[in-house]
């Protein structure tokens, strides 16, 4: 088994408060992981620090052979093997939709304009979005939108993805055209942690779900953990869906 993420014994406080206390779990390449839990529980928190949006107080991250703690820490090349798409698409609003996608390939990885065109359409054909290049983002749904942003994460070629709540803010008729776009990326091998509500996706397509409850990994197991859960805390967060 290769382990593209390795969480041991994380610990995260934003002043007094704790929020996370000795988070450990690893994730192996091809995997797809769903967290689960109450608002506040730690999800977003401990998916932003695997891409080092915050910095952990203790414990060891190991993110695609990146030790986020060492010295010489490469941050650069973290934020090219690491996509992470949140709930809000933070599209710039003035580039076109091929603009918006080429613009990380050009920037980032310093990438000819016309091959970062060509890639930027191999990846909007891959989220169902080929003729959507010339759009200016207000002109498409919520649920284009953020296949937008997922496409344009998948314009770094990262080796992980993550994804924070990504259809939290769409109707729900957009919800399942994003969800199926993730599918289809987890279908093709891409490792994958999720933060998400949708039980019914985490069922049908997660290798491994984490219940996270007061900041740490309250239960953890394959999907059929929320089918027979353990403790009283995954017993009332699967039976109220909150
Ligand atoms: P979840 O994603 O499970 O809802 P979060 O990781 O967002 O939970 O938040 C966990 C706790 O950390 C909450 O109490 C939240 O208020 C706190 N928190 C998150 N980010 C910050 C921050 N940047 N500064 C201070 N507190 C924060
Ligand atoms: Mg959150």
Same mark, same amino acid.
């Given at each position: ?33 769903? @967290? ?19 910095? @952990? ?9 990146? *030790? ?13 093997? =690491? ?17 918006? @996608? ?26 169902? /979005? ?19 942003? @997922? ?10 993805? /993550?994804?924070?709540? =990504? ?13 199926? =776009? ?28 984490? $219940? ?15 089918? *027979?859960?353990?403790?009283?805390? /995954?017993?009332? $967060?699967?039976?109220?869906? /909150?």
């Amino acid at each position: 088994m290769h382990t593209v993420v390795e969480l041991q014994g994380v610990h995260k406080r934003f002043g007094s408060n704790t929020v996370l206390r000795g988070v450990s779990f690893q994730v192996a390449r091809g995997e797809v992981v769903a @967290i689960i839990g109450k608002s506040g529980s730690g999800k977003s928190t401990a998916l932003r620090c695997i891409n080092r949006l915050e910095q @952990i107080d203790a414990g060891q991250i190991s993110v695609c052979g990146h *030790a986020l703690h060492a010295a010489g820490l490469d941050l650069r090349g973290l934020r090219r093997d =690491v996509g992470i798409v949140f709930q809000g698409y933070n599209l710039f609003p003035h580039l076109t939709v091929l603009q918006n @996608i080429t613009l990380g390939p050009t920037a980032v990885k310093r990438m000819p304009a016309d091959q970062a065109q060509t890639l930027a359409q191999q990846v909007l054909a891959r989220v169902g /979005l080929a003729d959507k290049a010339g759009a200016y983002p207000e002109q498409l749904s919520g649920g284009q939108q953020q296949r937008v942003a @997922i496409a344009r994460s998948l314009a770094l070629q990262p080796q992980l993805m /993550l994804f924070d709540e =990504v259809t939290s803010a769409l109707d729900p008729e957009l919800t399942g055209e994003v969800l199926k =776009v993730m599918e289809q990326m987890a279908s093709e091998g891409m490792t994958m942690i999720l933060v998400t509500h949708e039980m019914a996706f985490a069922r049908r397509v997660a290798d491994q779900v984490i $219940f996270m409850h007061q900041g740490q990994v309250w239960e953890q197991g394959g999907p059929e953990i929320l089918d *027979a859960p353990v403790t009283p805390e /995954l017993r009332s $967060f699967v039976g109220t869906g /909150l």
